[in-house]
């Protein structure tokens, strides 16, 4: 699929940009594109990739159309990664999570249109189901804006794919709980019944590969992730730092936090379907041409919703989850 073609990364410097370049590699691609605003992040990744020279690194930022649109020529996929992506900092700064998670997007449904790219993967967040907070509100947008693009005049396809916590990612709690026992000896913890989605980078590329495709366009996928107590998770991280015993400090909650994610809502839920093992697909509530005969033999979900308190996984699979990443 990716052989010969030029891929667009947008926020590729981060975490899932690197994973999702090094797993694109392999593919054999004709050119990577790296698209970024931090130079101190690309400088760093293109060390570590040796140069290689399918990789093109550009600074730029999704707010500025004209940039995007200078680097997505001849460009056959877009992964759309750039965003303000801490909770914390979009209930500080709304105004700038909204230029960048939803004018920025729609900046990118543009120029993916106009350049006629193939598709758009538009990788989204648990915290855009039913959001409490204003991240979770500007990728929700952002969401809506990717999908209502499959109804335009245009042979770009446009899909979203809807993922909890990824395992060490940029400012991942694996950090924070290590940093705070070698520092301090206890863990801050906001709730002792807080719960989280959670799975590897590496799997998680793996499954937005799936999606990219096997999609239509027009629909949502949503990982289907194994969850866990967060206090748990933190117990877990201890003993394999030779903590027995941790102390914990309540912090309490923050602003827009919930006690437990959801990846479905009850409202999105009615319009699930299960695609398989691995994925739930939401049908878009906007009619896309070809898009209900792409799913008419799927079984509904029948799910009532799908949150971080359902099926959690106890200490010893957190552990092997945590071993797998290769965090302990």
């Keep these: 699929m990716f052989k010969d073609k030029i891929i667009l990364v947008t926020g590729g410097t981060g975490s899932w940009g690197y994973e999702l370049v090094r797993q694109l590699l392999t593919h054999n691609p004709k050119e990577i594109r790296i698209f970024s605003r931090n130079e101190a992040n690309q400088f760093d990744m293109k060390q570590e990739f040796n140069h290689d020279k399918k990789l093109k690194f550009i600074i730029g930022d999704i707010k500025e159309?004209?940039?995007?649109?200078?680097?997505?020529?001849?460009?056959?996929?877009?992964?759309?990664?750039?965003?303000?992506?801490?909770?914390?900092?979009?209930?500080?700064?709304?105004?700038?999570?909204?230029?960048?998670?939803?004018?920025?997007?729609?900046?990118?449904?543009?120029?993916?249109?106009?350049?006629?790219?193939?598709?758009?993967?538009?990788?989204?967040?648990?915290?855009?189901s039913n959001p409490s907070n204003f991240y979770g509100l500007t990728k929700a947008m952002g969401e809506k804006l990717i999908i209502h693009a499959n109804t335009l005049n245009t042979k770009t396809r446009f899909v979203c794919i809807r993922g909890g916590n990824v395992l060490g990612s940029n400012g991942s709690v694996i950090h924070v709980f290590k940093k705070q026992i070698k520092d301090t000896g206890k863990i801050g913890i906001t709730h002792m019944n807080m719960t989280?989605?959670?799975?590897?980078?590496?799997?998680?590329?793996?499954?937005?590969?799936?999606?990219?495709?096997?999609?239509?366009?027009?629909?949502?996928y949503v990982m289907k992730m194994p969850a866990c107590k967060i206090v748990d998770l933190a117990k877990v991280i201890a003993e394999a730092?030779?903590?027995?015993?941790?102390?914990?400090?309540?912090?309490?909650?923050?602003?827009?936090?919930?006690?437990?994610?959801?990846?479905?809502?009850?409202?999105?839920?009615?319009?699930?379907?299960?695609?398989d093992?691995?994925?739930?697909?939401?049908?878009?509530?906007?009619?896309?041409?070809?898009?209900?005969?792409?799913?008419?033999?799927?079984?509904?979900?029948?799910?009532?919703?799908?949150?971080?308190?359902?099926?959690?996984?106890?200490?010893?699979?957190?552990?092997?989850?945590?071993?797998?990443?290769?965090?302990?």
């Excluded at 959670?198 to 027009?218: H, P, Q, R």
């Excluded at 308190?309 to 010893?316: E, F, G, I």
């Design 277 to 328: 093992e691995e994925y739930f697909v939401i049908l878009p509530t906007v009619p896309i041409e070809g898009l209900k005969d792409r799913y008419a033999n799927y079984e509904p979900a029948n799910l009532e919703d799908y949150n971080s308190s359902q099926n959690l996984m106890t200490q010893s699979e957190i552990k092997a989850m945590l071993k797998k990443g290769g965090f302990i």
């Design 65 to 128: 159309k004209d940039s995007l649109l200078d680097a997505c020529h001849q460009v056959d996929y877009i992964y759309h990664l750039a965003a303000l992506k801490h909770v914390p900092v979009c209930e500080d700064q709304p105004i700038e999570a909204l230029k960048s998670n939803v004018i920025g997007t729609q900046n990118v449904i543009d120029v993916a249109m106009k350049c006629n790219v193939d598709k758009v993967i538009y990788i989204s967040t648990d915290k855009a």
């Design 241 to 275: 730092a030779n903590v027995k015993d941790v102390e914990f400090e309540i912090l309490g909650i923050r602003p827009g936090e919930k006690i437990a994610e959801l990846l479905l809502s009850s409202y999105e839920s009615d319009k699930a379907i299960l695609y």
């Design 196 to 220: 989280r989605f959670f799975l590897t980078l590496e799997d998680a590329i793996k499954l937005v590969f799936k999606a990219t495709v096997e999609s239509y366009g027009g629909e949502t």
